[in-house]
């Protein structure tokens, strides 16, 4: 199997007035193509560091990061901004799809940071990824027209447009109530499993990683536990689980 | 990123917000609109001075009589009695960079034909003056050279005169009226000219045989002015030189003693008329830049708020793939859109509100080509300039930091 990342030993500290906090003492770990990983960790573990690292948007103190057999810590910034556009797909909590914008033109936007792609292919590209979250008939609606779990679903289109060698969700499902949740997370391993899509996931709730192949867990910005899941649990199934009407 | 995709991504955030950029466009619009109006205002005024001044020949040159007495009573140029027939003869006979020249004597009467009488100035003169003064003659004939000869009572009159003397409809060609009591038959009607530039009625004028006035009316043999006209606008100044030298000779002056007469013309009084409206004009037009620049401070003011307001918008295009120089560019592009087509506007506005003007004072319409190319620089200038800091600052933020913003 290739190697989509490799951490090592990655070390990350800031300079907060004259104190050093250091966020990540030392992370290291491999994630190969096709793997569904979840960071997990409470708030001051290092996860966002590592989310941020992971992502391209900050470089490590210190340590060796290879996104794709890429060492991003020799990248200038454009560099870094042209490999975050070929090589990486961004889920957020918070969508961010720009206002008052179709689908279309929000699944378009990353397509026209790539020189390489033609006005009528950045077209055809977005129609495409619209189709692969099941939006194909509403492409010229507003965010403000489309429920959480549709803007969700924008944004996975989104990052899967580009056709990026990772998607970085952090806490994608953050925002959404559990049937959403669900349908989500259905979207995301049915992408895993079908097209083999590498997935790492950044989140709190342990009910989200049992949806995943593997968990790595952070504490004090170190891996204190990275275990593969044997009985993964099928998002799709839970969905058809839930009581079809909801009585209050 | 190629420029018709910077182009698309700014029209698209410029349409999110529309009220918004209109009202940041308003002051470019009003800044430009200023600019063209007041250059086409300015242009127009120019021109029309210019032409209603050349209307009674911009190569006209006017010698008037002066005092030249070094000491004693100072007297008034209009007083002094100078110029004669011999200055004629000589100028005539002489001068080799004029076209015509004519004496002109004046004298305010009553003009009555039966019972109308209407107060007016006739104007005694040679068959040359009509070329001079760019007159011409509608109906019936000027006078010759034989009349002035002759001191034939005859005389070709302006409309004002026609219009107050003859009821409608009666053609007063042939028919004789009096001025002062002595009474001229009317040969010709002068073409209709309209005030001149200091508002003066130039179809109130009666013209005659200048030999008739002096010996009838005047009763002098000195001329009030010569008009002579250079055979070019720009000979007028070596022409005038020319008859001062003719003058001071005909006036037998010692090389010590001043000149008794004055030249003064057409084409220095253009000049002097110019030049006073090109200030108004300058000046004028550097408040309406003032306002220009205002509202480029404003499309700064507003790019400003915009970045902050778009903090996350940055941060989520720098994540997917924007360099710091595609966030520059698409903000720079956004304010030289809104400059830009403000200026369009304004210069759109701007030339309509010049044509309704020169419109309503009859000036002729004033369609500057270099006006709208400089106005649509500077325009662009504008959008460069107070676009380049705000699109700069949000080019440099940190995508972490922009996009956890709120």
Redesign the interface.
């Known amino acids: 199997m290739k190697k989509i990342l490799e951490l090592h030993d990655i070390k990350r500290e800031f300079q907060m007035g004259s104190e050093i906090v250091r966020a990540l003492k030392g992370v290291s770990f491999d994630v190969e193509e096709g793997e569904f990983i979840t960071i997990m960790g409470s708030s001051g573990s290092g996860k966002t560091t590592l989310l941020n690292t992971l992502g391209c948007l900050d470089k490590p103190t210190s340590g060796v990061y290879l996104l794709d057999g890429v060492n991003m810590g020799n990248l200038s910034r454009n560099e870094l901004a042209q490999l975050r556009n070929e090589k990486i797909g961004f889920v957020f909590q918070a969508y961010n799809l720009l206002p008052r914008t179709t689908a279309l033109e929000n699944v378009e936007l990353p397509l026209f940071y790539n020189r390489k792609i033609s006005p009528s292919e950045r077209k055809d590209r977005a129609i495409e990824a619209l189709k692969a979250v099941k939006l194909e008939d509403r492409l010229h609606h507003m965010p403000n027209e489309l429920s959480g779990g549709q803007q969700q679903r924008v944004a996975i289109a989104r990052a899967l447009v580009n056709e990026p060698v990772m998607i970085l969700a952090d806490e994608a499902t953050g925002n959404l109530d559990s049937r959403t949740s669900y349908e989500i997370m259905s979207l995301i391993q049915e992408l895993n499993q079908l097209q083999k899509k590498t997935i790492v996931f950044v989140t709190h709730e342990p009910d989200i990683a049992a949806f995943s192949s593997r968990t790595v867990v952070l504490k004090d910005g170190r891996v204190v536990k990275d275990t593969f899941n044997k009985d993964r649990r099928s998002a799709k199934e839970m969905l058809a689980a839930l009581p079809q009407t909801e009585d209050y | 990123?190629?420029i018709?995709?910077l182009i698309r991504?700014a029209l698209?955030a410029l349409?999110?917000n529309k009220l918004r950029a209109v009202l940041t466009m308003l002051g470019i619009i009003i800044g430009v609109a200023a600019v063209i109006t007041i250059g086409a205002i300015g242009q127009g005024s120019k021109i029309s001075i210019h032409s209603s001044l050349a209307g009674l020949g911009s190569n006209l040159i006017i010698i008037m009589p002066n005092s030249n007495a070094p000491g004693g009573a100072r007297l008034l140029g209009s007083n002094v009695e100078t110029l004669t027939i011999r200055d004629i003869l000589a100028i005539e006979k002489e001068a080799t960079m004029i076209n015509g020249v004519s004496p002109d004597v004046q004298s305010r009467g009553q003009v009555i034909n039966g019972s109308l009488n209407w107060p007016t100035t006739i104007e005694g003169a040679n068959e040359q003056l009509l070329s001079i003064k760019n007159l011409s003659v509608t109906k019936g004939i000027p006078f010759s050279d034989h009349d002035v000869k002759t001191y034939a009572k005859v005389c070709i009159i302006g409309q004002t005169v026609v219009d107050n003397v003859f009821p409608k409809g009666v053609s007063p060609i042939g028919k004789t009226i009096r001025f002062n009591k002595i009474p001229f038959q009317i040969i010709g009607i002068l073409a209709k000219k309209g005030q001149n530039t200091f508002g003066q009625d130039q179809d109130d004028i009666i013209i005659a045989p200048f030999t008739t006035v002096q010996k009838r009316i005047t009763a002098s043999i000195y001329f009030g002015t010569i008009f002579a006209s250079a055979k070019s606008e720009a000979l007028s100044v070596p022409a005038s030189d020319e008859l001062t030298k003719i003058l001071r000779v005909s006036h037998h002056l010692r090389s010590d003693i001043d000149n008794d007469f004055m030249i003064r013309t057409q084409a220095e009084l253009i000049k002097t008329l110019g030049a006073v409206t090109g200030l108004l004009t300058a000046l004028l037009t550097a408040i309406a830049g003032i306002s220009l620049v205002i509202g480029g401070i404003g499309i700064m003011n507003i790019m400003y708020v915009s970045v902050t307001e778009r903090t996350?918008?940055i941060?989520?295009?720098?994540?997917?793939?924007?360099?710091?120089?595609?966030i520059l560019s698409q903000f720079l592009t956004e304010a030289i859109i809104v400059s830009v087509v403000g200026g369009v506007i304004g210069i759109l506005l701007g030339e309509g509100l010049a044509f309704l003007i020169s419109h309503a004072l009859k000036w002729p319409p004033v369609v500057d080509e270099t006006s709208i190319i400089v106005s649509f620089s500077v325009c662009f200038a504008i959008g460069v300039f107070f676009g380049y800091y705000p699109a700069l600052k949000a080019s440099k933020l940190d995508?972490?930091e922009a996009?956890r913003y709120e």
Not at chain 2, 315 to 326: E, F, P
């Open positions: 990123m190629s018709l995709n991504l698209r349409q999110r996350k918008e941060g989520l295009r720098m994540s997917i793939g924007a360099r710091g120089i595609d995508p972490i996009l």
